[in-house]
C-alpha cells in the first residue's frame, strides 16, 4: 500500500484560493506515494488529527514568510504573504515532528523549517546578498541555472552523491542565519545554503532548488522523492 503523503497548498489570499502545481503529485507519485493537498487551517485538533492519518509531509514552495516569526520587520521588497499558512505549517510541523514522521520542505518550505527551527532569512536575495547568480530564474523551470556542492557525510549525499550537481533556482529569499540543530548539506557556487538536514530526526530535509519541475529527465530529482516516500512508508501503519 502507498503512503499517503499531505501537500501543503499555495494560499492565494488575492483570488481566495488554494492552488497545486501538477508536478509536486506526478513526483510523487512517481516515486510510490500517494499525495492529497491538504486545506488552509490552523485548528490545532484538526491538525494533530491530520499528521495521525498522514505518513509524510511535504511543505511546498508559495509566498514570503511573515519576517515576524524571525524578529524582523517587513523590508521593502518582501513579497506577499499567508499569515495563516505560517501558523498551519508550524502546528503541522509539531504534531509531524512529535510523531517523528518525515518532513521535506522544497523551496519556500525548506526556508520554513529553518524558521521553525529558529533561523533567519534574506529577505530579498538581490538587495541584501551580493551575487552573479540568478536565483530566480525565467521559465522554462526544468533546467539547470547553477550548481551546488553537496557536503560529504550528509543526508543529501547519502540520497545523491557528495560533489557538485546542476540545480534550477526559483527564489528571492534564502536562509541567512542557519538554525540551531539543521545541518547546512548543500551550498551555492555564492555560497547561500541550498540544502538542510535536522539529525534529530529520523527525516527532515529541505532543498532550496525545485527537483518536481525536473523529475522527469533527472536521477538526482527523483531520488530526492524517492528516498521521502521511502521514509513514509517506514512509517506507515497497515
Not at 491530520?50 to 514552495?61: F, N, P, Q, S
Request: negative net charge; contains cysteine; glycine residues 8%.
Amino acid at each position: 500500500m502507498r503512503p499517503v503523503i499531505g501537500v501543503v497548498p499555495l494560499d492565494d489570499t488575492e483570488l481566495k484560493s488554494l492552488w497545486m502545481l501538477n508536478d509536486y503529485f506526478d513526483a510523487l507519485y512517481e516515486a510510490g506515494a500517494v499525495p492529497v493537498m491538504l486545506s488552509i487551517t490552523d485548528d490545532e485538533e484538526d491538525l494533530a488529527s491530520l499528521a495521525e492519518k498522514l505518513d509524510g509531509l511535504l511543505i511546498t514552495g508559495g509566498q514570503d514568510i511573515d519576517p515576524a516569526l524571525y524578529g524582523e520587520e517587513p523590508h521593502e521588497k518582501l513579497g506577499s504573504l499567508s499569515r495563516l499558512r505560517d501558523k498551519m505549517e508550524t502546528k503541522l510541523t509539531d504534531a509531524f515532528l512529535k510523531a517523528d514522521k518525515p518532513v521535506l520542505g522544497i523551496c519556500r518550505g525548506m526556508q520554513f523549517l529553518n524558521v521553525y527551527f529558529g533561523g533567519t532569512l534574506y529577505q530579498d536575495i538581490p538587495s541584501q546578498y551580493e551575487t552573479d547568480i540568478a536565483h530566480d530564474m525565467e521559465k522554462p523551470y526544468d533546467r539547470f541555472v547553477h550548481a551546488v556542492t553537496i557536503k560529504k557525510g550528509t543526508r543529501l549525499a547519502d540520497i545523491l552523491h557528495p560533489g557538485e550537481i546542476g540545480v534550477n533556482s526559483l527564489h528571492h529569499q534564502a536562509i541567512k542565519d542557519l538554525a540551531p540543530g539543521l545541518t547546512a548539506d548543500a551550498v551555492s557556487e555564492d555560497g547561500l545554503i541550498e540544502g538542510i538536514e535536522h539529525n534529530d530526526y529520523s527525516y527532515v530535509i529541505g532543498v532550496q532548488w525545485h527537483p518536481e519541475f525536473m523529475h522527469l529527465f533527472n536521477e538526482n530529482s527523483k531520488l530526492i522523492f524517492r528516498s521521502f516516500t521511502d521514509a513514509a512508508k517506514s512509517k506507515k501503519s497497515y
